[in-house]
Nanobody
Framework: QVQLVESGGGYVQAGGSLRLSCVAS????????IGWFRQSPGKERECVAA????????NIGGPVKGRFTISRDNDKSTMYLQMSRLKPEDTAVYYC?????????????????????WGQGTQVTVSS
């Protein structure tokens, strides 16, 4: 059974930092591109960052470019999202996801429907 379990969410003041983690089990982690998505009430789920199977290629969404960094540790089957200079508009539920069938240079899709497995989500709240 495939499981993706996020942690690290919480409440932070604007300008602060958080690091999200997502531990995967039940799948060959290094064979999957991975992504972090977020969704706030009334909005569609959007991709904030994605990284290739080996970690060498990344896609970072425009609203978070320069503030968020995605990384992965295949030995630990874990992915990370380092979030810095957080803004109130970053408030959302954050999800990790895994995408199969990608090449080694494919950083992962921005499209949620491309992903095969999802975590349950972790809430991030940024106060002004």
């Amino acid at each position: 059974q495939v499981q993706l379990v996020e942690s690290g969410g919480g409440y932070v003041q604007a300008g602060g930092s958080l690091r999200l983690s997502c531990v995967a089990s039940g799948l060959p982690f290094s064979s999957y591109a991975i992504g972090w998505f977020r969704q706030s009430p009334g909005k569609e789920r959007e991709c904030v960052a994605a990284v290739s199977r080996g970690g060498g290629y990344t896609n970072i969404g425009g609203p978070v470019k320069g503030r968020f960094t995605i990384s992965r540790d295949n030995d630990k089957s874990t992915m990370y999202l380092q979030m810095s200079r957080l803004k109130p508009e970053d408030t959302a539920v954050y999800y990790c996801a895994a995408q199969s069938g990608t090449s080694r240079r494919d950083a992962g899709s921005y499209t949620a429907n491309s992903y095969n497995y999802w975590g349950q989500g972790t809430q991030v709240t940024v106060s002004s």
